[in-house]
């Protein structure tokens, strides 16, 4: 076991008493423990006070702990990185021992029933790497302090009960410079007048919360648009003028999804109150802490120019934090294994809300779109799990975060809602709720309720699609005579070779050009069925096995389908069966059954007949990955002048701004030659604009960062005007971004360093220069990374916040293409000793980079 160099313990009256023996506490919070002390702990109450001071490194802290107790025995508090100062137990001073992260109370020292503990600690203030994060305001030298928990870093906070399903009730006190505004779980009861020129702020106590959805922030924030009926909406007081014109729009969305959700649970809203705080630099899109939710800055004030799927993604953004007010605050997984009880609830609900509130919208499209193919990608992968992962330690907790409880966990309850129908769905999701108010529940539960308001047993579907790790690809194959459907059968086979059977319901389509399609719902509950009623039907064009993506699963065209789709896909008048259509041969490339030039080729042809957003961006997307992962530079160079001059038009004439920002970023995505940055330069040095569009700092950072990254010989000048031009906190941030890309050994190695070995460096400074450093055209430069940036692994998932690690192992292995690059991650594997968790995040991401080496090897 390590113990944390960082942990100080000190007591002031370690004479007085002598030190109780135990064996050494375990490091984490192992599932043993928080099974034993979940059943011998109960009623637990926080009082806690902290005093924050301007450019501290510490934060000073008080706790009275109350808690009963069955049996009296040892108990573990969780504590670590911070420093013990005094501790009292039921009235009497006492030493405790540390150890590994826990405090530990000896038997004697405690009682049945009712025990208090009172604790004096200091604990640690930092920029990144810490949970209680500061964050420093260039462009008005102002300070801002927040919390950032989950899964399991209240203890490195406060001694704490570590764990869900151990809630407690809270009443937090803040001391805080007077022109701070604090924020928390509930609302403020009163405040009174501090030493040192600090204001106090007492708050009212919360309901029963799971300790990593506590929190609170302070700084200079301004309460914006306060209106009765409306959620509150914080924001640091530079951005104030660029946020007062978007408070009532995401305040308003916020409001309507509460009453929606308040109606489809049949229950209020659990909590109080419902801030929501914008946080520059949050390391995710947003954290939902009870009656608090967290939103990333960014996410909400665009950088850059917005589309109306960008407008979209940040409604769904504000919906899915606020369905973890039921789904994770007010219900919690007992255990994060459970993790897709909160995560893929919050997404499909989010998505379920949105089509409620823009009818007009194509949502379900979306969801397609920006859902399913992170989890096709990820479970198609050695390194996937079911969505039910077993966590038996939670220090490891961080790694169940992921594509497959965010987008693979909602694809599936969308299965389920169509297996089931909309009301028994409906019901099942109010009797979980209305069970386990305020409390902890597990995937048994919910499985359990759906089979009551269902009547049906889902104890297969549960087994495959929770504790099953994979999915299937559903095959078609069918045969005409004389006109007439002769046989259409399905088969399905584990994607992984591993031998599962799954139940899948699917709508089958049956496609006739202009006439009406027969839609068939068919349930394959086995390895092949046939499916009678096609039979006799008149032959169609093609066939597609997962018609309005009811299903879960890999579905490629028949060798006679997809011939036909590509010849006719600009004529499928219904954008969402278009969609699927292209998804379905962006899935062909990626198994090696089309050429990534064939695609490439049929996106620049189709391209132009498309004006919807999303679809046009997702294939740009998948044209550029295509380009630059998929083919060699002589492969791809004779498609790159067309796509370039292609972005340029439509950029300039598409008739639809948000289009037009689209093919922007489709010229920013594909530039490469002389006149391809030509392009970009005149758009930073103001000869070209964009019709109806201002670009905003970001889209001039950006593509700053790709002329930097094609060592355009004009970017450094660039570069220089740029950082005059924009002289604010973000602006730096941007720069730094920006440099990554510069390809030359001097910046690699120097940004490489700043990543391991800077510890006042911002988390998502690092995270949002990854991508930079490991530019597409850079492979040569980062390979002498990718073995030391897996050898920092272990310091990574230890410091760092949830999905920093699989962003940092996508950067450095996706970042690569060649054989020798795929042979250094396998020896890495084959050598190094790994945790479970560690281990499987490399093997899905070496997947992508296995896939790239195979494609190149069959079409190069």
């Avoid at 995401?250 to 659990?270: C, E, I, S």
């Avoid at 890495?828 to 093997?843: G, M, N, Q």
């Amino acid at each position: 076991m390590r113990r944390n160099p960082f942990f100080f313990f000190y007591i002031a009256l370690m004479h007085l008493i002598p030190l109780q023996c135990f064996a050494a506490a375990p490091e984490g919070v192992p599932r043993e423990l928080a099974r034993e002390r979940a059943a011998n702990i109960s009623d637990v109450r926080y009082q806690l006070s902290f005093k924050l001071q301007p450019h501290a490194l510490t934060t000073s802290g008080h706790e009275e702990l109350r808690f009963s107790l069955r049996a009296v025995k040892p108990v573990l508090l969780d504590y670590r990185d911070g420093e013990v100062l005094r501790v009292n137990v039921n009235g009497e001073t006492v030493a405790v021992k540390s150890d590994n992260g826990h405090l530990e109370l000896a038997a004697e020292q405690l009682r049945a029933g009712q025990n208090v503990v009172v604790i004096d600690f200091s604990s640690n203030i930092a920029p990144a790497g810490k949970p209680i994060i500061r964050y420093e305001d260039k462009d008005d030298n102002s300070e801002y302090i927040y919390t950032l928990f989950v899964p399991m870093d209240a203890s490195m906070a406060f001694p704490c009960f570590d764990q869900p399903d151990l809630k407690g009730i809270f009443t937090l006190s803040l001391a805080a410079p007077a022109d701070w505004t604090v924020i928390s779980n509930t609302n403020i009861d009163h405040t009174e007048v501090g030493d040192a020129g600090l204001t106090v702020s007492h708050f009212q106590e919360t309901h029963p919360i799971s300790t990593y959805v506590f929190a609170f922030a302070a700084g200079p924030f301004r309460k914006l648009h306060d209106s009765a009926g409306l959620p509150g909406l914080y924001v640091r007081k530079s951005k104030v003028p660029r946020a007062e014109s978007e408070a009532p729009e995401l305040q308003q969305t916020t409001a309507d999804g509460t009453r929606y959700l308040a109606n489809f649970f049949a229950q209020p809203f659990p909590f109080p109150k419902y801030d929501m705080v914008l946080i520059p630099g949050l390391a995710y899109g947003g954290m939902e802490h009870a009656g608090a939710t967290f939103l990333n800055e960014e996410s909400v004030l665009f950088r850059t120019a917005p589309t109306h799927t960008d407008l979209l993604n940040r409604d769904l953004l504000l919906l899915h934090e606020l369905t973890h007010q039921w789904f994770g605050d007010f219900t919690t997984m007992r255990w994060f294994d459970d993790l897709w009880l909160k995560e893929g609830f919050a997404e499909y609900m989010a998505y379920q809300t949105l089509a409620y509130l823009r009818p007009n919208d194509s949502v379900w499209k979306l969801f397609y779109e920006q859902t399913k193919p992170a989890a096709y990608a990820i479970d198609a992968t050695k390194g996937t799990t079911p969505i039910y992962q077993e966590i038996p330690n939670l220090k490891d907790a961080k790694s169940a975060y992921g594509a497959i409880v965010y987008s693979k966990a909602p694809g599936v309850l969308k299965q389920l809602a169509f297996v089931l129908g909309p009301e028994n769905f409906q019901n099942g999701l109010r009797i979980y709720l209305h069970q386990h108010a305020y409390g902890n529940a597990e995937w048994s539960d919910l499985v359990r309720a759906f089979e009551t308001t269902s009547g049906r047993s889902l104890s297969t579907w549960a087994e495959m699609w929770i504790r099953h790790r994979g999915m299937p690809q559903v095959d078609v194959h069918w045969s005409c005579t004389n006109g007439r459907v002769s046989s259409l059968g399905l088969t399905q086979k584990d994607v992984l070779g591993e031998g599962g059977v799954w139940p899948v319901a699917m709508q089958v389509r049956l496609s006739y050009g202009d006439a009406a399609p027969a839609l068939l719902r068919v349930e394959l509950n086995s390895a092949s069925e046939d499916v009678p009623q096609a039979t006799a039907r008149s032959c169609p064009e093609y066939v597609f096995a997962n018609d309005e993506d009811y299903a879960y699963g890999r579905f490629l065209l028949d060798s006679k389908s997809q011939p036909v789709v590509m010849k006719n896909i600009a004529g499928v008048p219904d954008l969402f069966r278009a969609t699927l259509l292209w998804g379905s041969l962006w899935e062909a490339v990626r198994v090696t059954e089309l050429a990534p030039a064939a695609y490439v080729s049929l996106a620049q042809k189709q391209l132009p007949n498309y004006s919807d957003e999303s679809l046009t961006q997702n294939i740009i997307t998948r044209t550029a990955i295509a380009l630059h992962r998929y083919m060699s530079d002589s492969a791809r160079a004779p498609f790159v002048p067309a796509l370039e001059k292609l972005a340029s038009a439509k950029m300039m004439s598409a008739p639809e701004q948000g289009l037009r920002i689209i093919w922007f970023r489709g010229l920013r995505t594909f530039a490469e030659t002389p006149e391809g940055r030509a392009q970009l330069q005149a758009l930073l040095q103001g000869k070209m604009t964009i019709p109806g569009v201002e670009l905003r700092p970001l889209d001039r950072w950006n593509m700053v960062t790709t002329l930097i990254a094609l060592a355009d010989p004009e970017a450094d000048g660039l570069f220089k005007a740029e950082q005059q031009r924009d002289h604010t906190g973000d602006g730096l941030k941007y720069a730094y971004i920006a440099e990554a890309a510069r390809p030359d050994a001097k910046t690699k190695q120097k940004y490489f360093d700043d990543y391991l070995h800077n510890s006042a460096r911002p988390e998502d400074w690092v995270e949002r220069s990854l991508g930079a450093f490991n530019y597409w055209n850079q492979s040569d430069l980062t390979e002498p990374y990718l073995t030391p940036a897996l050898e920092a692994l272990p310091q990574i998932k230890r410091d760092r916040k949830i999905f920093f690690l699989v962003r940092w192992l996508n950067a450095f292995i996706v970042g690569q293409h060649s054989t020798e690059a795929a042979k250094q991650v396998h020896a890495f594997l084959d050598h190094a000793t790994l945790d479970k968790d560690v281990r499987l995040k490399i093997l899905q991401e070496l997947d992508e980079l296995d896939r790239a080496v195979v494609i190149r090897a069959k079409y190069d």
